[in-house]
């Protein structure tokens, strides 16, 4: 019988979400539009237009061993060419970013290849060959996964994802990377590290508060979905430390 | 589970005073017009400070305006102060990084430079085999001698150098027992009295524990365990008390004997407080690393303050215990950083942690009629999973609604890290307290923790992976190299130690199983009451407190040297 995922328990919007992020069976809204240059610009790993740096020369080019692990897994673009790995980090506000650390690290093992991601509380980093992560970074920040103002690309000093919001709606960042402009459009003025770019990048306007509540996967009292009201998911949970608790790691049910 | 309410949040104060003028609910302010670093009455001394530094050296130093963030200082958002739990006292976090803070670095020393040692093997060994005569007065002039000799004086040889009695003032040895008569023979300068410090059943059982054996609580120069190190203080004491005894006792200073009570003193006698480390840390005895978790519960004397408040005693535990581990122990000695503070201070400040503690409490009282004020084996709850289950699962949802609610509370709390720590420590400590079993406590951990990361989606920093997921599965084991029962846990248990965040709590934990039944102590009687001795220069049975006289400079620690430096 074949293995179905269910991705996780819970019957609020907030468990729903997090069910779609994950599933690459559900197609996520795309919500904005946003240039390759662009991606390429805040990312700060290489110039617009340069070529890609490598870590080794092409994968075909190089005698490959005779392995049988190399001819089971097919490798990324990335890997084909000898791209280097580099980063991609994201910062989400607890005031209902569409997605949040542990989210991310779920959603993009399900959804791509090749990546190491690093998940903490203020941050989630995901690693790949570099032409493969401008690829993924684009999903990521076109999606129904980011928002202008409360998601942001950091590379460090990612304080801010449990402060209190900016009045005009943005979430902190000591080095104000982007900023809110008249216009209403959110622009970054400073790449992932934080080294002022050349030009303005636009990344989209914020969403309102309604889209935020119904698109995110994070559970919180005052702003969105109860965590206490989703009675499913707490269930699950005691029964998983339950499980855990009395028959370590390969528990079986009473 | 079902949600309570508490008519006065004990974190109120504290946020209207850190977050003056503004609406701390809301989830609204602003940034960036703070004027960065010099908002900070500390920082603008730290500055004015290293400017007068670097005119004396020639050599840069602090320049936050420059180095930070290549010349963004910190400060964009607003820099809090902090009030330590259940002081009333404010000050500014870096008031409580351990370097800048006298009263934490005299409550590591007080804990490494004591050693207990027992006196009947060498008494034994005199009567026995030099056939002398031990009596209360060859004892109170042996311990005369000793507190001559311990400091570092000498008793036997000539032309021997000293050390100045005014760098090691805060050297002395009492001794304590269980015998009522013996201890009224002992000059009262030299003696713990047990019955003065403790309640009378607390003092009746410890004494039971001890019967009639004499102990001597020995405490060496600050100035020498900080020269040395935690090893040094059964070395030190031991020579010190070996020359007493040749003293005191007339023996021949090379004779075989003095093999045996060397070797009492040195080895066989001993009570460390912290146990040898494997080789790979790098530590000797009497370092933080080696401190079970429930020998630490006795060193804090906070339960002898509030014997009717098991959570007050244990949440003085977590402020010692996660200023000694998270602080000194990972944030230096371990990851040589520059001392993991805020992962601690969020355990100890602004009253947080408290609250949702007595959360736990109240929750406690109302549905399980379990009167935390009452501490009794009588009372405790059965350890089952269900009710561990309820109640973290209740303390955890309200921590979580509480930080939700109190937007600025959030931010006070500004890293995963430091809510993780103070959730699940709340929750521990409920289920502990509860249920007087440690493990149960431990579980009620893990629990907070699963529920914190599925909640928020976020836990902790990557050290949380390695323990707070997996720690369900060892909470209850006592399968060697997996489990052990929470007393006998320390800093250096396999899957806690390296990690910021935790041992503090653990300790506090372990401690709040006993005090919640109103035992006598955790572990040792030995060391509860050598602890009790209000002679010690950091006073243990309220360490929060003493915390906050060091941070506003009140407090006068040991181990100055200014007798024999220039005067500045």
Redesign the interface.
Known sequence: MAYTPQYGPGTSVVAQNRRNQMNPDHKLEKVRDITDEDIVMVLGHRSPGSAYPTAHPPLAEQQEPDCPMRKLVKPTDGAKAGDRVRYVQFADSMFNAPSQPYQRTYAEMYRFRAIDPGTLSGRQIVECRERDLEQYTKLLVETEMFDPALVSMRGATVHGHSLRLSEDGMQFDALQRCVLAENGVVKYVKDQIGVPLDRAVEIGKPMDAEWLKAHSTIFHSLVGTAYRDDKEYIEYIQRIHTLRTKYGFMPTEE | MA?IERAQKLFLDSLNQKFKGQDIE???????NFNGVRQSPRKREFMKEAEAIEKERGISMYDPERCH??G?P?G??QLMSYQVSGTGTYCEGDDLHFVNNAAMQQFWDDIRRTVIVGMDMAHATLQKRLGKEVTPETINEYLHILNHAMPGAAVVQEHMVETHPGLVDDCYVKVFTGDDEMADDIEPQFLIDVNKLFGEEQAESLKAEVGKSMYQAIHIPTIVSRTCDGGTTSRWSAMQIGMSFIAAYRMCAGEAAVADLSYAAKHAGVVQMGSLLPARRARGPNEPGGIKFGLFGDIIQADRKHPNDPARASLEVVGAGVMLFDQIWLGSYMSGGVGFTQYATAAYTDNILDEFTYYGMDYLKDKYDFDYTAPSPDQILEPT?DIV?DLA?EVN?NA??QY??F??M??D?????Q??GVMAAACGLTCSISTGNSNAGL?GW??SM??H??????????GY?LQDQ?G??N??AMDADRGLMGELRGPNYPNYAMNVGHQGEYAAIVSGAHYGRGDEFCYSPLVKICFADPSLKFDFSDPRREFARGAVREFMPAGERSLVIPAR
């Open positions: 949600k809301s989830e609204k302010t602003t940034f960036y963030l290549g963004i910190m964009q958002r999973q289950n699962t949802l979580m609604e939700e609610q937007p600025t959030m931010e709390h500004f890293g995963g890290s809510r993780a579980n893990y629990l699963l529920m990361k599925e909640g928020w989606s976020r836990l902790g920093f990557f992976d997996c369900s599965a909470s209850l």
